[in-house]
């Protein structure tokens, strides 16, 4: 499902196996979704794509914009048999007690409050939308 990320960034690290993509990352673009290119060659270096989150977003007054995203699976035979991939998420966030200010409110709170209200925003949104 199309979502953004709740930290400051995520990374996803790709590991360049064998089996071809199991899964294709999309990112929203005008309107439409455009497939995240990697490329075909992975073995002599990893490859990281790195996903600006809300608070990031937040906190710049919303000049970096948090990075709306969806994975899709892509569907045999596309997917050798056999072979496995694997892709690594590391989100970064803030320490719960670190004290914010949001530049395009002034408003003051810790990164707990913050996070805990987003996630709210976010189930209410889904109950509209259901």
Known sequence: APH????VITL????G???GSCAVLQRAHGGTWVNVSLPGDLTADPVFV??????FSDLTGGIVKSTLHRVMPVRPPAVKKGKER????FFVGLNPDAELELPATGEK???????????KRAQDTLKENN
């Open 12 to 15: 996803l690290h790709f590991d």
């Open 109 to 119: 709170l810790t990164y707990e409050m913050w996070r805990r209200g987003r996630i």
């Open 50 to 55: 790195v996903n600006a989150a809300d608070i």
């Open 17 to 19: 196996g064998e089996g």
């Open 86 to 89: 694997y892709c690594l998420a």
């Open 4 to 7: 953004t990320d709740v930290g």
